[in-house]
């Protein structure tokens, strides 16, 4: 096999989105050297799309029948999952992923919750756990919670887990960006933060029980915030290009952290998987079936995704 330790692994996603589409276009603008990147698809789909100016090396993965555009189908699903798969098998210096359709992934019979947990189950060792953060510039916002009903939430969160999660981290910022004492923001899972136990006991019970923990450690964290006035102190620094207050805004729960860092930074929002040795990013939207196939997809949130990796 051949080394790709120092390349950057682009999969194109599920091919009847937009995914090839946002991929070519991302790379003709760029227009970065055919060295640094590999693309892990199939000539059939990338050619549907449109046509990359560089002569880029392109590992072909298998795709029986048509393409469909803006249909969820199993071919599609699977062919997406062994993307992801061969991604992980070269073992590159990073991993971008282009969006996939987990209704498609599962109906092939991949059953995963997203791409984050498909990485994880080929590239973690050691008790490694993936983390999904999302990155706007010195915006960032860790989910406790990924892709899990709200009602599961609050029995999700225990003392372990939040010790396990912001232990995580905090190691990648230590280890991958250098910053020794970075500062969370932590989100109260409910409103006013409970408002001392007379509408919702979590906080009380095991949030800050666990936050006096952290500091045990040395982590920097607060004690959990209304979600509300948090963010919306954090979005006005952001839009007037002020220093963020916290290194890391730490969600409970996917809407309560996205929403906020979508709404001002959609097109520059990435999706970043860390916890382990590879990082992986990817663009902050999905498949967008509805415009599959128009050529009108942006590609903006695919260029950052790109970028993050270069620096």
Excluded: W
């Excluded at 699903?77 to 599962?106: H, W």
């Excluded at 969600?251 to 970043?272: R, W």
């Amino acid at each position: 096999m051949s080394d790709y330790s120092e390349k950057i692994a682009i999969t194109t996603g599920d091919p009847n989105g937009i995914g090839a589409e946002i991929t070519i276009k991302a790379l003709n603008l760029l227009n970065l050297p055919s060295n640094n990147i590999v693309i892990i698809s199939n000539s059939k789909v990338l050619n549907n799309y449109g046509k990359l100016n560089n002569d880029y090396e392109i590992i072909e993965v298998d795709f029986d029948g048509r393409i469909e555009q803006g249909c969820v189908r199993e071919n599609a699903g699977d062919f997406a999952f062994r993307c992801l798969q061969k991604a992980c098998e070269i073992k590159p210096k990073y991993i971008v992923t282009a969006p996939t359709s987990k209704e498609a992934m599962n109906i092939a019979g991949h059953n995963y919750s997203g791409q984050t947990e498909v990485l994880e189950h080929f590239l973690a060792h050691d008790g490694q756990k993936a983390e999904m953060l999302f990155v706007s510039k010195d915006f960032r916002v860790l989910l406790l919670t990924r892709h899990c009903a709200l009602k599961d939430v609050s029995k999700t969160i225990t003392k372990e887990y939040l010790l396990e999660k912001i232990e995580r981290l905090r190691s990648y910022f230590q280890n991958k960006l250098n910053i020794r004492k970075p500062s969370f923001a932590l989100c109260a899972l409910n409103p006013h933060s409970g408002e001392n136990g007379l509408i919702g006991e979590e906080e009380q019970k095991v949030i800050i029980p666990t936050v006096e923990l952290l500091r045990e450690r040395g982590i920097n964290i607060t004690n959990p915030l209304p979600a509300d006035t948090l963010f919306a102190d954090g979005i006005h620094k952001y839009l007037n290009n002020e220093t963020m207050p916290y290194d890391c805004y730490i969600a409970c729960y996917h809407d309560q952290g996205l929403i906020p860092i979508k709404s001002i930074a959609l097109e520059k929002t990435v999706n970043m998987t860390i916890g382990l040795d590879i990082i992986r990013t990817s663009p902050s939207h999905g498949t967008a079936f509805d415009i599959a196939g128009k050529n009108i997809a942006n590609p903006a949130s695919m260029i950052e995704a790109i970028k993050t990796c270069m620096y």
